[in-house]
């Protein structure tokens, strides 16, 4: 499912949303630049959640799909502009065979298509895109909507590795194509350290955060288990051209921690909110010797653009 070779380019689904390859190779390091970082949209949550059935709500979206609009609005309007947007799973609140799924999809990627053609999305996919135990099946369909479930590629000299985090969650329907991701992971993070020019920093991308606040915090519905955390962890930050920060959603709060120089940095959603922080996306700096970051609410970022200092950065040669 995942493109083999590093530096690889994406592809998504549909050709609409599709990105210029040529964005996606650029191993040379040329300066400061900005992302944007935003989770769960998942159209059909807010009715689901309000009317108390997660199971099987979620038959109005217009919620989300207005906010996920302004989330456009307020990055198209961002100078300079991000180098791209990744979205960091559960697109939708449907689950795989259920109702509604084809619909909700279908609204988001309209909305998604206001977003300016210089500005690439990256899908990233989520428990409710693959099921929480996601099988060949449901996987393939995932694919064919939004893309390869995992890849990498390149922008500005940094290398960006996408990970399906349902493998690591519960892999039991689908143990071939856990091991295959496995067994690209570790080839990919291999050759980073070894390709010339050396990454600049190493980004990874999944939907469901290593931990919330710690990394010996229990195991919860909302972080990855224990053994898998800590074999994960310990890879990541392995040699000089470690992981520098995992992103991530799924917990609909802002929280993360940073640990031994790797940030795990969870975001709140662009749809439901599970807890005091307002509907919004994250604006990612990377200057060459850091990663810098902060969660702006849509409105915030509508009418006040980037903050001052995050800006200066970005202009700093
Ligand atoms: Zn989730």
């Not at 083999?4 to 592809?11: A, E, K, Q, R, T």
């Not at 999809?105 to 099921?131: C, M, Q, W, Y």
């Not at 930050?237 to 802002?254: C, L, M, P």
């Not at 909110?273 to 902060?294: I, M, N, P, Y």
Request: hydrophobic content about 35%; overall charge negative.
């Amino acid at each position: 499912m995942g493109a083999s070779d590093v530096g690889s380019v994406l592809s998504t689904g549909d050709a609409e949303l599709l990105v210029a390859p040529a964005e996606y190779a650029e191993r040379q390091w040329s300066g400061p630049f900005c992302f944007i970082q935003a989770a769960d949209p998942q159209l059909g949550l807010m009715k689901a959640w309000r009317d108390g059935d997660c199971d099987s709500g979620g038959e109005e979206w217009a919620e989300e799909v207005e906010l996920t609009k302004q989330a456009v609005e307020a990055v198209n309007h961002l100078r300079p502009r991000p180098r791209f947007m990744v979205l960091c799973g559960d697109l939708v609140h449907a689950m795989p065979g259920s109702p509604y799924k084809e619909e909700q999809e279908r609204d988001l990627k309209a909305a998604l298509r206001g977003t300016d053609p210089s500005i690439p999305l990256v899908f990233v996919s989520g428990n409710h895109d693959l099921g929480n135990t996601p099988t060949p099946s449901s996987v393939e369909q995932y694919c064919n909507s939004w893309g390869d479930d995992y890849f990498s590629f390149w922008v500005g000299g940094v290398f960006c590795l996408v990970l399906n985090s349902q493998f690591f969650f519960d892999a039991l329907a689908c143990p071939e194509l856990q091991k295959a991701q496995e067994a690209w992971l570790e080839e990919q993070l291999s050759r980073a350290a070894t390709t010339e020019p050396k990454p600049k920093h190493i980004l990874v991308f999944q939907h469901i955060p290593l931990y919330l606040q710690s990394p010996e915090e229990e195991d919860d519905y909302f972080n990855l288990q224990k053994a898998t955390r800590r074999r994960l962890l310990d890879r990541f930050k392995e040699a000089d051209t470690g992981v520098k920060a995992v992103f991530s959603g799924h917990y609909h709060r802002n929280a993360g921690g940073c640990h031994e120089g790797l940030d795990m940095v969870v975001s709140s959603a662009i749809g439901c909110q599970l807890g005091k922080d307002t509907h919004g996306v994250r604006l990612v700096v990377v200057t060459a010797d850091a990663v810098h970051h902060r969660y702006y609410s849509l409105e915030q970022l509508r009418v006040g653009g980037m903050d001052e200092d995050l800006g200066k950065l970005l202009r700093r040669p």
